[in-house]
Nanobody, 115 residues
């Protein structure tokens, strides 16, 4: 089974940048990888996904600001977050989806955007 560990969270000021990392215990080369988030008082929502072929998909509220990418080893996924807003404050979760549509979730990392 795939295990996912997120890192890179923290406190940043509005307009700042942060990069999240998601490391998988096993190969995720054939999997779709993604990031979800849960903001205070809201349910978990999609942020971005990247397929095994490199096709990306973004939520409207992060388009032009966030970039999802895979590492060279294909078992790591990143989320580069620029122009951060207070509304981006949330716990961010990494997800890995197998070709047979089995989902694996990380335990989340806190992002706080505040001045």
């Amino acid at each position: 089974q795939v295990q996912l560990v997120e890192s890179g969270g923290g406190l940043v000021q509005p307009g700042g940048s942060l990069r999240l990392s998601c490391a998988a215990s096993g190969s995720t080369t054939r999997n779709t990888m993604g990031w979800y988030r849960r903001a205070p008082g809201k349910e978990r929502e999609l942020v971005a996904t990247i397929t095994s072929s490199g096709r990306t998909n973004y939520a409207d509220f992060v388009k032009g600001r966030f970039t999802i990418s895979r590492g060279n080893g294909e078992n790591t996924v990143y989320l580069q977050m620029n122009s951060l807003k207070p509304e981006d404050t949330a716990v961010y979760y990494c997800i890995s989806i197998t070709p047979t549509f089995i989902n694996y979730w990380g335990h989340g990392t806190q992002i706080t955007v505040s001045s």
